[in-house]
């Protein structure tokens, strides 16, 4: 299977700052997405990225506050820029892997904004 | 726009009993459909999927899925709980033109010796 990997795996930040979070992917994939998962809630897709176009973001999230590079197949960031208390969640990246209909996911970003 | 129902959000079993976690979905066309488990402090790890074929379709750890039509529903299944199995477990639709999953709002296994 997949193996992708995030970093950093947990942070502490203060309100007013951003964090960016790296996705890695071991092969060159087409599509990675972005998942929030707010304290015991269900994961929301937050963002669409694919190598060399810009990120396709749902409803409710906008690129000033979450965004996304995707600068080749098996890379990519999110920012979570001007944190408040409310970003505090778990962030996820997932992706399909070897032509696969499954998506796996990484080990997620716990975020805890004071 | 697609959605997922998980109607149970807490589930407590005892050890060796058989567990059923219910998912119903709503997806205009044939669905992808998926569940995973979270356990405390852990990611996301993949138990089965359905794509199309037969029906019921057996995963990981003992756990196996029937997918029934008529019902829109994808109920997860094991015979006997172990006490490993507590966690979080999600039901996920694809949306196969965007390649997205919707995830219902989960199910909590406690289980009990």
């Known amino acids: 299977s997949a193996v992708i990997s995030q970093k950093p795996s947990r942070d502490i930040c203060q309100r007013g700052t951003s964090l960016t979070i790296q996705c890695q992917v071991d092969?060159?994939?087409?599509?990675m997405f972005w998942y929030r998962q707010q304290p015991g809630q269900s994961l929301t897709l937050i963002a669409t990225?694919?190598?060399?176009?810009?990120?396709?973001?749902e409803s409710g999230f906008v690129i000033d506050k979450f965004p996304i590079s995707r600068p080749n197949l098996t890379f990519s960031t999110l920012t979570v820029s001007n944190m408040s208390p409310e970003d505090s969640s778990i962030y996820l990246c997932?992706?399909?892997?070897?032509?696969?209909?499954?998506?796996?996911f990484g080990p997620g970003t716990r975020l805890l904004v004071l | 726009a697609q959605s997922v129902t998980q109607p149970d959000i807490h589930i407590t079993v005892s050890e060796g009993a058989s567990l059923e976690l219910r998912c119903n979905y709503s997806?205009?066309?044939?669905?992808?459909l998926f569940w995973y488990v979270q356990s405390p402090g852990q990611g996301l790890q993949l138990l089965l999927k359905y794509f199309s074929g037969d029906t019921l379709v057996q995963g990981i750890k003992g756990f196996e899925a029937e997918f029934k039509r008529s019902q829109s529903s994808f109920n997860l299944r094991k015979p006997s709980v172990h006490w490993s199995d507590a966690a979080e477990y999600f039901c996920?639709?694809?949306?196969?033109?965007?390649?997205?999953?919707?995830f219902g709002s989960g199910t909590r296994l406690q289980v009990q010796p």
């Open positions: 997932s992706t399909h892997m070897g032509g696969e209909e499954t998506q796996y």
């Open positions: 997806y205009g066309a044939t669905p992808y």
């Open positions: 990225a694919n190598q060399g176009s810009e990120a396709t973001y």
């Open positions: 092969s060159q994939v087409t599509m």
């Open positions: 996920a639709v694809e949306d196969t033109g965007r390649r997205a999953l919707t």
